[in-house]
């Protein structure tokens, strides 16, 4: 008869399992050593014939548990593979849900070189940042140079009130003033990607969380 359990209790027990199965082979006995004229095993200091039933047993408990892992567990991927959750972003199965956060968490298969949302963000926010600091230093220097330009037309001590000599200064500093080439609006960019990978990961932790909690199974 089939056994009926929400996902949430699967996973619970799955997870169980694998700490109950790991104690129970790290305390079996399967092998032991005992003198031709001796009853009792060594290591052991049981009977023969009761180290024998118990090896049995043990193994037979954690096959039988091993059995029922892969149980829970084939039954939670098959669940996972046809349950369909819903974000703002678009739907997912709860396997591609899963696929996806992990791959934005960087915990997939490949890391955080697969975060290409938050590689794309630290790029963009890096490389911007990078720029307003050239166009702030560059543009200081060049009012320096400027100065200097005033300084030597007009003299420190000048009373010229004639401003014509100065437009060639005026010309240089608007020339050479350093300007941010933004054809995508970065800043703009950086907070949508920011914002959207921040509320999609919020919406697939609450919807695998109401899925697993709301979906039933049967092992």
Avoid at 80 to 97: C, E, K, M, P
Avoid at 151 to 174: C, Q
Wanted: proline share 1%; net charge negative; glycine share 4%.
């Amino acid at each position: 008869m089939a056994e009926k359990m929400l996902v949430t209790q699967a996973l619970d027990e799955r997870d169980l399992l694998v700490k109950k199965i790991g104690d129970k082979i790290a305390k079996a006995s399967f092998t032991d050593v005992k003198k031709h004229n001796e009853e009792k095993v060594m290591e052991g200091r049981l009977n023969e014939d009761d180290y024998r039933r118990d090896a049995e047993s043990a193994y037979q408990q954690i096959m039988d548990l091993i059995q029922r892992f892969q149980r829970i567990d084939a039954a939670i991927v098959s669940s996972n593979a046809a349950t369909i959750i819903h974000t703002s972003f678009g739907d997912y199965t709860v396997a591609g849900a899963i696929s996806l956060r992990s791959r934005m968490r960087g915990s997939g298969s490949y890391d955080d070189e697969a975060d290409f949302e938050q590689n794309l963000y630290n790029k963009m926010k890096s490389e911007l940042d990078k720029r307003l600091f050239t166009i702030e230093s560059k543009n200081k220097q060049l009012e320096t140079t400027a100065e200097s330009m005033r300084l030597s037309i007009l003299g420190k001590d000048s009373k010229v009130k004639d401003d014509k000599p100065l437009e060639v200064v005026t010309t240089y500093v608007k020339e050479n003033t350093a300007e941010l080439v933004d054809p995508l609006d970065v800043q703009k960019k950086v907070e949508e990607i920011r914002e959207r990978r921040s509320k999609l990961l919020s919406e697939l932790d609450t919807q695998i969380k109401v899925s697993n909690a709301t979906t039933f199974i049967e092992i």
